[in-house]
């Protein structure tokens, strides 16, 4: 759940008209960077001045950080994606009749269902086009992050990559272009972030079209299930 930290230095017997005596923390956020070609070794995260001993021992802290790139999915979803909510408790039926309820984990747990049931069409990324359909996560288009009709051969990839649900990846429903002026982006709101592990399985079927040509391919449901 969300924190409030109220900064003492700032509360004088009352609350301070301005707003910007506390932080409300959320307990993930997402921090979005574009590196517009460069490329990196370490990443160093500073802490607040000295002065200003918001949290309530002094010291910020960070239980962890994943950091990756972003793979963006060029191809729009069919009929949007389904998303069910585990509350996590076991319900038992007593010999008396009385029911029993466990919470078996400290919050809900979500599951995301996305699809491209109505196909996908891979001629424009087949083959020489002059408008290839390229897709940019920064507004200086630096490097591109996508190209329309990919998406069946970029979800093969993450599988391998990940190998199924053996490893975590943070899904982010949607991703707007990151402006030159903001430098960064920073997503922090419950619905627009998870950390997931994805399904062990990923079926792609051509539905009409030549192999490695002009093939139109359906993505059943791909399962992304929060940890």
């Known amino acids: 759940m969300p924190a409030l930290l109220v900064d003492p230095a700032e509360i004088k017997g009352t609350w301070t008209a301005s707003g910007s005596g506390g932080l409300i923390v959320p ?3 997402v921090i979005l960077v574009p590196l517009v070609g460069v490329r990196y070794s370490g990443v160093r995260i500073r802490s607040l001045a000295a002065s200003r001993t918001i949290t309530p021992n002094g010291y910020h802290e960070i239980g962890r950080v994943l950091i990756g790139p972003v793979f963006l999915h060029p191809d729009s979803q069919s009929w949007g994606r389904s998303i069910t909510v585990d509350a996590l408790v076991d319900s038992q039926e007593l010999d008396d009749g009385s029911t ?5 984990g400290s919050d809900v747990r979500r599951a995301f269902e996305v699809s491209w049931v109505d196909g996908v069409s891979t001629l ?8 290839p359909g390229v897709h940019y996560l920064d507004q200086a288009k630096t490097e591109a992050d996508g190209l329309t009709g990919t998406t069946p051969w970029q979800l093969q990839g993450l599988h391998r990559r990940l190998r199924g649900s053996s490893q975590q990846v943070v899904y ?6 990151i402006q030159t002026s903001e430098g960064h982006r920073v997503l922090n709101r419950r619905s627009e972030l998870a950390l997931c592990r994805l399904g062990d399985d990923l079926r792609l079927d051509t539905v009409q079209g030549d192999e490695n040509y002009s093939e139109v391919i359906r993505l059943s449901t791909t399962l992304r299930e929060e940890v």
């Open 172 to 177: 982010l429903p949607r991703v707007e272009t």
């Open 100 to 104: 029993q309820v466990e919470t078996i």
């Open 124 to 131: 424009g990324s087949s083959t020489d086009s002059a408008d």
């Open 27 to 29: 307990p993930s956020a």
